[in-house]
């Protein structure tokens, strides 16, 4: 069905402070957060808060993430948005992030730009899901968990688009479809970017060799780690290392 755009805008024209977005509160593995056009952050939902430790709700509010976040990953979360704030939408963007104390996981997460009535951008809102839990539950990602699960244990193993889809009942077409659908990327770029999210970690908390860490997390060898690694992250492996790895 069409949105009657008047009539949305005269209902949004009503509304007070209160936009919905407690509603997230009640997603327990859904980060929900809303950032003006400096990285500050304006809104955080509940679950954020406690991710990073904090008990205060509006802890987050009023910080960026390099406030509270590693450098590593605050700067790869600062090039995203500057990206969204641009008028790119990102949809599906598989990182790591932490949770209190510092413990990683891996989130799929979507960000969108917010444009003010003049039509001018005014911030982002964006949503990072905790892969594995939401899977587990949510219709209808759920048949995908154990296609999750594999990735997490067998990210350094050959891609086999027919593995994944025995482990989902359907035919190879019917799962790429629907991973596509659930996730806006294909599952060949999902473990694309799992790898380069391992290599980042392994770059900042070993000593191995770019080519070790090439094998160690999947890819052939070292030149194909570094194409890729540069076209997700803007940092060659070794640059990024000596960027981040002291800290």
């Known amino acids: 069905m069409k949105t009657d755009q008047p009539l949305l805008c005269e209902f949004f024209g009503q509304l007070g402070t209160e936009h919905g977005q407690q509603l997230f509160d009640a997603l327990p593995d859904v980060r929900f957060f809303i950032k003006n056009t400096r990285g500050v952050y304006v809104h955080a939902s509940r679950v954020m808060h406690l991710a ?3 008990a205060d709700p509006s ?3 009023g910080r960026t993430d390099h406030d509270f976040i590693p450098a590593y990953l605050a700067d790869h979360y600062t090039r995203d948005d500057r990206s969204v704030l641009a008028g790119r939408e990102i949809w599906g963007r598989v990182e790591q992030v932490l949770r209190h104390p510092h413990l990683p996981d891996w989130h799929v997460t979507s960000k969108i730009p917010l444009r003010g ?3 001018r951008i005014v911030g982002l809102a964006g949503v990072s899901r905790d892969l594995r839990k939401t899977l587990k539950t949510a219709t209808p990602f759920k048949q995908l968990s ?3 699960d594999h990735i997490h244990e067998h990210f350094n193993s050959p891609i086999e688009i027919e593995t994944f889809a025995r482990l989902t009942g359907m035919s190879p077409r019917s799962f790429q479809r629907h991973f596509k659908t659930a996730f806006q990327v294909t599952p060949s770029a999902y473990v694309r970017q799992f790898r380069v999210g391992k290599a980042c970690q392994m770059l900042i908390e070993t000593n191995e060799t770019i080519t070790t860490i090439a094998q160690a997390v999947g890819f052939s060898d070292h030149s194909h780690l570094v194409r890729a690694f540069t076209r997700a992250m803007h940092l060659t492996p ?6 981040y790895g002291a800290r």
Request: proline share 6%; hydrophobic share 35%; net charge positive.
């Open 238 to 243: 070794g640059a990024y290392r000596t960027r």
């Open 117 to 119: 009535k003049n039509g």
């Open 146 to 148: 154990p296609v999750l």
């Open 52 to 54: 990073h430790g904090f």
């Open 59 to 61: 802890s987050v509010v």
